[in-house]
Each structure stands twice: as C-alpha cells, then as structure tokens.
C-alpha cells in the first residue's frame, strides 16, 4: 500500500486565506483549523445523507457528523421539511410557542431522569446554568470536575488539574480569574481515593460533581458502571448534586442517554448537539424541585433571547420523533459495532497497537495496546502523530473524520452497509500505511 497523493484544496485554501482576515485562526470555534491535522481545513459546501461535499467538490463519508448532531445524517428529509413549514411563520418572536411544549413533552415523556426542563442555545449554556442552578440550590460554591471531561467554554469550567491528588484547578485559558478557578476541583477519572479526598478536603463546600458519564472529548473514556454509582452515592452522602453533562451521550446511546444506559439518576442532565437536529439548541433538566429554583419559579437566573427558537424547536421535534421509533438505537448501535469489530479484527490480526473503544454509535481510535483506556493520562500524546498520518490518508480516500485524535467519531442511521464498507476498506489501507512506515 502507498499513501494517495493529496486531494485538491485549491478552493478550500483561498476561502481559507480571506477567513484569516475575518476571524482569528480563520475559524469560528478553534478545533475546525485542523492545527493538529495535515493540511488547510476543508470547507463544506454541502453536506447529504452521510455525504459531505467541500469547496473543491471532494466528496467525503462524514463520521464527524457535525461534532455529534447528525444522528440521521445531513439534510434529513423530515427534518429539513419541518424546519421550512415552521419557517413559513417567521424565525423568533421572543415569546413562549406551541413548539416548545412540543419538543418538551416529546423528552419528558420518554425520559424518565427529567421532570421539567429549561431549553438555552447551546451546550455551553446548558452546562454553565446547570452549574449556577446546582450552586444556587445547594448554598455552595465548589464544584468536583475530571481532567479528561469537556464541559464547554464557560469560565468556571475551563479549568484543568494542577499537581497533586487533589487540586485547586489552573485556568486552561487565558482571561479566566483565578479566583474563578479556585472554586472549580479537578480530579482524574476513575480514582475513587481522589474523590473521596476531595469531599474530605471540602466537607460541606462542594455544589456538585460534573461528568460526561460517558466522556468523549479526550477520546473516549469510558467509566465502570460501578464508578458512576459511586459517584451517585458520594453526592447523596455528602448533600452534593450529580450533573450529568450529556451534550454528547444524550439520545446518543439510547433516547434516555448515559443516564438510560447505566441506569443512574444524576439530579441535573444536561444536553446539546442531536437535541437540535443540527440547529443551535441546548437544554438542561431536573426534577421538579430543583428546577422550582428557576428563575422566575426561584432566584437562580437565566435567560435567552432566541432561548425556544421555533426553527430550532422543529428540528429537534422532527428529529428526536424519528429516534423514538422502534428499534432506532438497536439497528444503529448493531450497525456501529459490526463495523467497529471488523476494524478492531484487521488491527489485531497484524499485531497493530490499535485499538477501536465504542459505545453505542460513538467510536474512537486509538494507537495503543491497552485493553481500556478510562483516564486521560493513559493516553499517549505521542500517538496522536500515527493519527496525523492516518487523517491525512482518510480525506485522501474520501473519507471525513473530526480533525484531531482526540475526538471521537460518530456513525448516524445514514451511513449504510456499502459506505461503511468502503470505510473499512480506506481504514484498512491507512493503517497499513501508518504501520508500515
Ligand atoms: N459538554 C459536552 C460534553 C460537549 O461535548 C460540548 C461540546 N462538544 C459542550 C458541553 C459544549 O457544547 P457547545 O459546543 O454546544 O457549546
């Protein structure tokens, strides 16, 4: 096998060298600037079904999948003609609708965790209210995060570990005070004698503890069922609450999510990306209780202007009826791992230190011998130049996957057997060729 020569990015390189005089880095959200990735960032001119199509008209099978939003791929025909009826009647009015209780009776009818929610615009803002709600219900200000969670860019969360078991966080980004940090902990995932520290260290101070119960930002790095109910049992111990953050797991791995999955009752839920269908959507949950502390029910304030979107409020409406349909996640999560097994089969046969950790329909790669991979630091930053190399093959072969190894992929109910096939096929040669050399 030898590497294909590079795709054309004649078109992607201009758009590219004019969005550098726009934005910083040319990019509106850093990660698209393929920094860690060979060559210029691709611009998407179109995307359909499991198909995307850059400015140079290079076509792709997408598992990046917006980051996570595209369950049913690009363009969903249900989706795309909901939004438009919806659209017909204008875009926001800045009151409450009928599509709000829609998209609402819709999750708390089939999810069991929730009783009431609060929809925002995004992940971020569904984190960052969730963390204020839980602060404001417990009169406490610390919050317990794991290095290796992503949570969005809010400042009490851009935080990161210090030296040590159990630290103060350090800002990992300029522009957030110190002070702000100071009451964010950050502990490793999976460390059960940190936790416990902490909640020594801290008696009575710690607002909440927030997880991605199934973390998929630092690859992804699955927990014991056991370990999360340990969790669940620390915070009811110690008067804290339990944040699950499933921006990326909610109605990913079932309709219910991670909290579905392992059947475990965090107290808050927050969630993002497929709730949206691809529209700027975010939403955070809890029992009734808590959410009475809601502004205007209670003290803890938040607000949107375009917060219940109608357009936005469609997409999600057309899309999560479709997951509700029977047997949705069984054929998709099927689908996943016949592929992710044929991969991990190839790998294993030629004694290639590779390996394909999945969960439902979220996969990641990873270069390493490990059987699991449930900490950030098991991960080994030096194999993220065998994933250089095989990005790089990948888009050469028409195939798109989130330009950092870090990320994780994703399949939707559009990618099928033939796709997937040529995939294996790409995957096959790239890792000959990562291998090899
Ligand atoms: N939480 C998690 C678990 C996420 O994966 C993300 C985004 N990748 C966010 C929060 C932030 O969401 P957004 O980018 O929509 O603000």
Not at 240 to 265: C, T
């Amino acid at each position: 096998t030898t590497g294909k020569p590079d795709i054309s990015r004649e078109k992607s390189a201009e758009l590219y060298a004019k969005a550098k005089t726009f934005f910083p880095g040319g990019v509106n959200s850093p990660v698209r600037a393929f920094k860690s990735v060979y060559g210029t960032p691709l611009f998407i001119k179109k995307g359909d079904g499991c198909r995307l199509w850059d400015a140079d008209d290079n076509e792709f099978i997408d598992f990046c999948c917006s980051w996570g939003p595209l369950i049913l791929g690009h363009n969903h025909p249900k989706v795309k003609d909901k939004v438009i009826e919806v659209m017909q009647n204008g875009m926001s009015f800045g009151a409450p609708t009928a599509l709000e209780n829609e998209l609402a009776e819709l999750i708390l009818k089939n999810n069991k965790f929730i009783e009431k929610l609060r929809f925002v615009s995004s992940g971020t803002e569904a984190v960052m209210s969730a963390i204020r709600l839980a602060r404001g219900y417990t009169k406490r200000d610390k919050i317990l995060k794991f290095e290796g969670c992503y949570h969005g860019h809010s400042d009490s969360l851009l935080v990161k570990a210090g030296s040590g078991l159990v630290t103060f966080g350090e800002t990992s980004s300029a522009g957030v005070p110190k002070s702000f940090a100071d009451e964010t902990i950050v502990i490793g995932l999976n460390d059960v004698d940190a936790l416990n520290k902490a909640f020594a260290d801290f008696k009575g101070q710690i607002a909440a503890i927030i997880i991605e119960p199934i973390p998929a930002n630092n690859g992804l790095l699955l927990q014991s069922k056991e370990y999360l109910q340990t969790l669940r049992d620390v915070c009811t111990a110690n008067g804290a609450l339990l944040i699950f953050d499933e921006v990326i797991s909610g109605f990913r791995v079932g309709f219910e999510g991670a909290a579905g999955h392992y059947q475990i009752k965090p107290d808050i839920i927050t969630y993002g990306k497929i709730i949206g269908g691809g529209l700027p959507v975010g939403m955070y949950g809890a029992s009734a209780e808590i959410m009475g502390h809601v502004s205007p029910d209670g003290g803890v304030y938040q607000a949107g202007t375009l917060s219940g979107n109608p357009v936005a409020m469609a997409a999600g409406i057309a899309q999560l009826t479709e997951l509700l349909k029977s047997s949705f996640y069984k054929d998709l999560n099927n689908k996943t791992q016949e592929f992710v097994d044929a991969i991990q089969r190839f790998a294993t046969a030629r004694s290639y230190k590779f390996k394909v950790f999945s969960i439902g329909s979220i996969f990641w790669f990873a270069f390493t011998d490990k059987a699991s991979i449930s900490n950030a630091d098991e991960i080994d930053p030096a194999s993220m130049e065998k994933f250089k190399v095989m990005h790089r093959e990948l888009i050469n072969r028409g195939i798109y996957f989130g330009p950092s190894g870090y990320e994780v992929g994703f399949i939707s109910s559009a990618h099928n057997k033939i796709d997937l096939e040529k995939t294996k096929r790409a995957i096959f040669d790239s890792l000959d060729l990562v291998f090899k050399k």
